[in-house]
């Protein structure tokens, strides 16, 4: 059996992310924000003398699997996300508005990527547009069943 714990997010600045994700989507703490540092990280994610800032949010319906923001002390340099690179693309979500959701993100910092787009019929759209963090993260916000 498999099942989905959690979704990492590397950030810059792991609490200003944070506070994008609860600001524009509600997200909740999981647990307080900890420390990781030590040989036990190390050897877990295979990068030595690990210091790692750590903060666990569920989305607000769900206490299931839930978004994780790491804030390492040295970072490695990354070229922004672009949508059509291969490896992990994007985090979607399920909004009850997408205009409204697209409010909140600007509101919050994020930015837009693409544009709306109806992916429905006529009597039953499927809203969809992709957005960003703060960081660059790449966000698919969805509206309807379609």
């Keep these: 059996m498999v099942r989905l714990l959690h979704v990492s997010l590397t950030a810059r600045d792991g609490d200003a ?9 509600g997200f909740l703490d999981r647990r307080p924000p900890r420390r990781l540092f030590g040989d036990i990280e190390g050897r877990g994610n295979g990068l030595s003398g690990a210091d790692i800032y750590s903060v666990w949010l569920n989305p607000p319906d769900n206490d299931g699997p839930f978004l994780e923001i790491m804030e390492y002390s ?3 340099s990354r070229a922004r996300p672009a949508v059509n690179a291969t490896g992990y693309g994007h985090l979607a979500f399920a909004v009850k508005d997408v205009r409204a959701t697209i409010a909140e993100v600007m509101r919050a910092g994020g930015s837009m990527q693409g544009e709306v787009t109806d ?3 006529e009597g039953d759209p499927h809203l969809i547009v992709y957005v960003r963090d703060p960081e660059g993260s790449i966000l698919e916000l969805e509206e309807g069943e379609g």
């Design 74 to 76: 040295t970072l490695a």
């Design 119 to 121: 992916f429905g019929t």
């Design 17 to 25: 992310l944070a506070r994008f994700y609860k600001d524009a989507f």
